[in-house]
Nanobody
Framework: QVQLVESGGGLVQPGGSLRLSCAAS????????WGWYRQAPGNARDLVAG???????NYADSVKGRFTISRDDAKNMAYLQMNDLKPEDTAVYYC????????????WGQGTQVTVSS
């Protein structure tokens, strides 16, 4: 099994910053792809940013220039630095990992709430 644990969410004023972290543990060899998703009430879960093991990164248009995804393979962790936060960024943020292992290879964290409000 593989476990993903997110941290770093909270309440922040518009224009503020937060840094989300996601730690992976369990029986896997490596992590191919990390992804950060978000889901606001009544909406689908959408990709915010993704980073592959080779370093290829993609962002949703709505966060380009404001959010930065990164990974630390030695620690099996991923991060999402969020700057210039806007009220429309309010959502539950989930990390996702596609891991290399025998068996199921797609896992989700439990989610962390990010609220942007004055």
């Amino acid at each position: 099994q593989v476990q993903l644990v997110e941290s770093g969410g909270g309440l922040v004023q518009p224009g503020g910053s937060l840094r989300l972290s996601c730690a992976a543990s369990g029986d896997f060899f490596s992590i191919n792809v990390w992804g950060w998703y978000r889901q606001a009430p009544g909406n689908a879960r959408d990709l915010v940013a993704g980073i592959k093991s080779g370093g290829l990164i993609n962002y949703a248009d709505s966060v380009k220039g404001r959010f930065t995804i990164s990974r630390d393979d030695a620690k099996n962790m991923a991060y999402l630095q969020m700057n210039d936060l806007k009220p429309e960024d309010t959502a539950v943020y989930y990390c996702n990992a596609e891991v290399v292992r025998i068996g199921p290879n797609d896992y989700w964290g439990q989610g962390t709430q990010v609220t942007v409000s004055s």
